[in-house]
C-alpha cells in the first residue's frame, strides 16, 4: 500500500513550501494539484472563456489534457503536451483557478488523475479537498492555516524579493476573496477534514511546520 498524506488549507497558507519539503526529507512523491487547475484556466484564459461560462467551460473539458511529469524531483504540469509549468504562477491565472474549479466537470477530470496517481506511490499532496474527496482514506490528513494578515504578508514580501510591485492591502482583500469562493462552492468546498489535524502556521517557522508534520507521519 503507498504512503498517502493530504495538506488542504487556503491560498497562502504555505503548503506547497511545507510539501516540497516534507516530500525531500521522506522521500514521498509531491504533488501540487493546485498546478493542476492552473494549467486548465491557462486554457481556459487562452481561449478567452469568461470565468463564469460554465457551459462553455463545460464543453472544453475534454479538449484538454493535463497531466504532470518530474524532472529531478521537480513537478511539471504539461496542457496538452506543452510544458506550462512556468506559465501559471500569475494572480490571473490563480484568480481564474479558484473561479473555473467550481465546475464539476473540471473537477472530476483532475480527481480522478490525482487519485490514479496517489494509488500506486508514496504521496505527499496538496489542495483544498485532498482529505475530504480525493483522498478520504489517507494515512495522515493536515488542515493547514494561517491568519489572513500573515499570509497576505508573505505574499508580499514574496513579491518585493523579486523585485515586483506590491499593493499589501489589495494582496490581503484577494487572500479573503479566494478564501470566500473556496469555502463556499458547491462541490467540494476547501473546509478541514473530521480526521484532520489542523497546523496553524501564523507563528510558526517553516522548520517547525516541516516537523511537527513530520511527526505526525512517523506515528
Ligand atoms: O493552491 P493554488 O493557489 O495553486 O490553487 C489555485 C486554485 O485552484 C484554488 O484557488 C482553488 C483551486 N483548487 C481546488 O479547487 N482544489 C484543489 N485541490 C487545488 C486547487
Redesign the pocket.
Known amino acids: 500500500m503507498a504512503m498517502n498524506v493530504a495538506i488542504d488549507g487556503p ?1 497562502g497558507a504555505g ?1 506547497s513550501t511545507i510539501a516540497k519539503a516534507i516530500a525531500a526529507k521522506m522521500g514521498y512523491v509531491y504533488v ?4 493542476m ?2 494549467a486548465m484556466a491557462l486554457y481556459f484564459l487562452r481561449a478567452g472563456i469568461a470565468s463564469n461560462d460554465e457551459e462553455k467551460i463545460s464543453s472544453v473539458v475534454d479538449d484538454i489534457s493535463v497531466s504532470i511529469k518530474y524532472e529531478d524531483g521537480a513537478q511539471h504540469v504539461i496542457l496538452n503536451g506543452e510544458d506550462v509549468t512556468g506559465l501559471i504562477r500569475t494572480e490571473e491565472v ?1 484568480n481564474m ?2 473561479a473555473s ?1 467550481v465546475y464539476a466537470p473540471v ?1 472530476s477530470k483532475l480527481v480522478a488523475l490525482q487519485q490514479e496517481l496517489a494509488k500506486t506511490t508514496d504521496v505527499i499532496m ?5 482529505g475530504t474527496v ?1 483522498l478520504p482514506n489517507a494515512d495522515v490528513k493536515i488542515f493547514l492555516t494561517a491568519s489572513v494578515e500573515c499570509r497576505a504578508k508573505r505574499r508580499f514580501d514574496e513579491l518585493v524579493a523579486k523585485g515586483m510591485e506590491a499593493d499589501f492591502d489589495k494582496i490581503a482583500k484577494d487572500i479573503e476573496e ?1 478564501d470566500y469562493r ?1 469555502s463556499h462552492r458547491e462541490i ?1 468546498p476547501l473546509k478541514q477534514a473530521e480526521d484532520a489535524i489542523l497546523v496553524d502556521s501564523s507563528d510558526m517557522t517553516i522548520d517547525e511546520v516541516v516537523n511537527t508534520i513530520i511527526g505526525y507521519c512517523n506515528k
Not at 496538496?126 to 485532498?130: C, E, L, T, V
Open positions: 491560498a503548503k501540487d494539484t493546485g498546478a487547475y492552473r490563480g483557478a479558484s474549479s473537477r496538496d489542495g483544498r479537498d485532498i480525493v479566494r473556496d467540494s
